[in-house]
Every structure is written in C-alpha cells, then in structure tokens.
C-alpha cells in the first residue's frame, strides 16, 4: 500500500495474473470432461468462448453425460444466474463507459468479481478486473481446446488435480472476505448442505438447496435483531462546534496558504463517499 492508501498497479497485476493462470490451468480438466460427456470439439470450445463460467460448463457438460437430468440442468442455470447479480455490484465499482459494458460482461465471473471487490480504489478494481479477465479467458479456452484434443492422452483429470484447481482459488479468494458472523454463518451452513446432500441427491441439486443457507442465516440475524431491538449500524457521529454545539457535517478538501477551502475532498477510493450506500448514511445522520 501507498502512503494515500492505493495499492500499486504492479501488485494488481501479480494478484490478477496469479488467479487467472491458476484458474485457466482447470479448462484442461473442462475439456476432457467435455470431449468424454459425447460433445465435439467445436461445441467444446464453443461453451468455454461464449458461456465462460466453469461451474456452469461443468454442470452443464454433467447433464448431459446423465442423459439431460432436469434437476442437473437446474443447477446449471441458476449457477449462471448468480453472473447477474455480480454484475451489479461490478458495474458500480468500475463505472465503465456504457460502449464498454457489454465486452466487460463476458468476463463478469467468480474469480474476476472477487479480485475486483478486494481492490481499495477505482482504478486498482479496474486494472484488477481487465487483468484477470483477460488472462483467465485466454488461458481458459486454450486448455480446453488442448483437453479436449487430447483427452485420452490425458486420461483421468482428478489423477492430476486439475478439477480441483478452481474450487481452490476460489475458495483462497473468499475465505479473507467472510468478515461478519452472519456471512461466514451463511458460508458454514452452505458448506454443510452440500456436503450432506451431496451423496444423496441428484447432481445440481445439492448446490440448489445450499443456496438457502443464506436466506435461513439472515432469517435468524433479523429474529435476534427484533429481540433486541434495532440496531443502527454505520451512523456517523454529528460533528459539534466549538461550544458543543451540533452543526452540519462538512467535508473541507486542501486549503491555500491563506487558509481558503478547495472544497470537497474527491478521492478514487472505494471505501469512500464514492460508495452507493454512503448517501444512504449520510442522510441517516442528519
């Protein structure tokens, strides 16, 4: 970190490297897996080109290799389905231009959302985001279209790991960003659920049903909360003058050397007034 608290573009560009390498390695077990569920190459290549959502792919690749089970086809729409509500997150922290917004979406994923959301300013989220998408999205379709040339060569991927490499970084990614008890109670219990119904229950299915893991968390955080009564949260404190006195809240920027204001502070940082619910507190605490 900086002095102002920006974090070095070469030190985004490590992080974003690191993950989409990572991650990109795993498309070699997605084309194995794909050539071996019946599809050709191009319709492998073609889901890693257009879909590009590895969790989807797979769960979509394991459908049809279960003869088109609906429940398996379920799990891979609503895996997909999650890329939305990413996306409306991202868009308010890299604010793209509207031209750019639809290419940007392609690459709207698990590992480019959570290196994205752990930046502490604009323009490192945005550096992180390109970077990760990029490297991840080359990497990805060309060890598909090598696992699925050669995937009797390769043979069987758990043997070399590399099914399990996206689940890993993934997981490496979320785990410092479970900061609350109420989200590493939702992380927990989902973890739980799938792990219990996962013997038990069709393919896709157990991932379907650990998503209700998040409504019962936040169903028992309201029922404690109503108990003892509300709680205000992030309310900033009402400056007073010099007699104690409460006045508005005023934000001075840099003065002259005749004391004179510039006026409002702006900053690229995230963590600041540029975040969308700071209004919100703002008017909270008048």
Known sequence: ????????DAAVVRDGLGVGVAVGLSGFAFGVTSAGSGLGLLQTCALSLLVFTGASQFALVGALAAGGNPYTAAG?????????FYGLRLSQVLALPR?????????????????????????????????TGLSLYLLWNLTTLLGALGAKAIGDTRAWGLDAAGPAVFLALLAPMLKTATERAVAGLAVVLGLVLLPVLPAGVPVLVAALAAPVALFAEGRRGGRGGPVLRDLPERPTDSVGRDGPAEQV?????????????RSDR???SDRPDAAVRREAGR
């Open 253 to 265: 920027g840099p003065t002259d050397e005749q004391g004179r204001s510039d006026g409002p502070d």
């Open 1 to 8: 970190m900086t002095d102002d608290g920006a974090k070095p």
């Open 76 to 84: 891979a729409f609503f895996l997909g389905v999650r890329n939305a």
């Open 270 to 272: 995230l963590d600041g």
């Open 99 to 131: 031209a750019v917004r639809p290419f940007a979406a392609q690459w709207v994923i698990d590992e480019t959302t959570a290196v994205t959301l752990a930046q502490p300013t604009r323009r490192a989220a945005r550096i992180g985001f390109t970077v």
